[in-house]
């Protein structure tokens, strides 16, 4: 797949990126799009907003390169774009949660009507044939949409994290993509990846220097749609990449995170959206560990638990023992962050 066209295509996105985040770094500081000290933020100096945007922008550019069809990717583009602009201004007026779940479902309903992306099975679950989900799939689908763009959301605590996860898991659904030669949702996921990587550049953490750049709510909101966007796009269709549990797995520790902290935060009667310091990487923070060693930790289990989930779709092991063990690892992890938030 990686030719000189595409090389030429991936070197775009990424010097695009990678330009546009230096060009907006001042301007952001002069119309307010940064994220200022105090509350629950570690760091001591305001940080430009700018990397979710400038993502988006590299990559509509250099999606406009590839010599395919953007047909398929309407919805994509169009709800990225929606998304990214209320990401943006939420940056800098904060929303209330409640219209950004609007927004959200807007952007769902945009890929589940017009895109016409919807689970519509759920793969040969009970080794009995495709369980086919019927209406409740658009429902699903909205909440898979709504649910995982709050995920991502959410890992963006710390400098390199929700970027870090992100990159790896557009790197394996990419591969997934090249594996049943879907060569173009695989073009677009390498591009995906790679102007994720350029904001990495400017947001991963290093010694004694934090981040210059923040994606904010603009950078999470449509990364995380646009890693829903593929999982149901890669495990429906005439050419399914792999059983829909093992995208489960791949997006392992924003489901874990998310899920973990709802259920707590219900048991105690509060409300979901609110904030705090209860995440995983809050957790290895505690423990004494930095920002960079905590999100290379994070990261690598990410890209652990996502080549589990390709290993039990190449061994063709049934859906529900994957699923199964999928809940038992999310027991446990639900167990020990419990215990050691009240320990």
Not at 307 to 325: C, D, E, K, Q, R
């Amino acid at each position: 797949m990686l030719n000189s066209e595409l090389i030429i295509n991936c070197t775009t996105a990424f010097i695009i990126t990678f330009l546009c985040i230096k060009l907006c770094i001042r301007p952001a500081y002069k119309i307010g799009l940064v994220d200022s000290p105090g509350g629950r933020k570690q760091h001591s100096k305001p940080v430009p907003l700018i990397g979710g945007v400038c993502m988006f922008f590299g990559f509509c550019f250099s999606i406009l390169t590839l010599n395919i069809s953007l047909l398929p990717y309407r919805s994509l583009l169009a709800s990225g774009a929606l998304l990214s602009l209320v990401g943006m201004i939420d940056d800098m007026h904060e929303l209330t949660p409640q219209l950004r779940i609007i927004f959200q479902l807007v952007a769902a309903l945009l890929m589940t009507t017009w895109g016409g992306l919807v689970l519509r099975h759920f793969g040969n679950f009970f080794t009995l044939g495709n369980l086919y989900l019927g209406e409740w799939g658009i429902i699903l689908t909205i909440i898979a949409v709504v649910g995982m763009i709050n995920a991502v959301n959410m890992l963006d605590g710390i400098d390199g994290l929700a970027g870090g996860t992100s990159f790896i898991q557009l790197s394996l659904l990419c591969y997934l993509a090249l594996h049943v030669q879907r060569s173009n949702d695989a073009k677009v996921l390498l591009l995906l990846a790679v102007v994720v990587l350029a904001f990495l550049i400017f947001n991963f953490p290093r010694l004694n220097k934090s981040a210059q750049v923040f994606m904010g709510d603009a950078g999470s909101m449509w990364l995380g749609f646009a890693l829903t966007w593929f999982c149901v796009s890669l495990s429906q269709g005439p050419i399914v990449a792999a059983n829909p549990v093992t995208f489960v797995w791949i997006m392992a520790i924003p489901i874990l995170d998310l899920s973990s902290v709802v259920i707590r935060r219900l048991m105690k009667k509060q409300s979901p959206f609110k904030a705090d310091r209860q995440h995983f990487h809050h957790l290895l923070q505690n423990w004494g560990y930095s920002s960079f060693v905590t999100t290379l930790i994070i990261s690598f289990l990410s890209l652990l638990l996502g080549i589990i989930g390709l290993i039990l779709n190449h061994f063709m092991v049934p859906g529900y023992i994957s699923i199964i063990g999928f809940l038992l690892l999310f027991l446990i992890y639900h167990w020990l962050i419990n215990h050691n938030l009240t320990s």
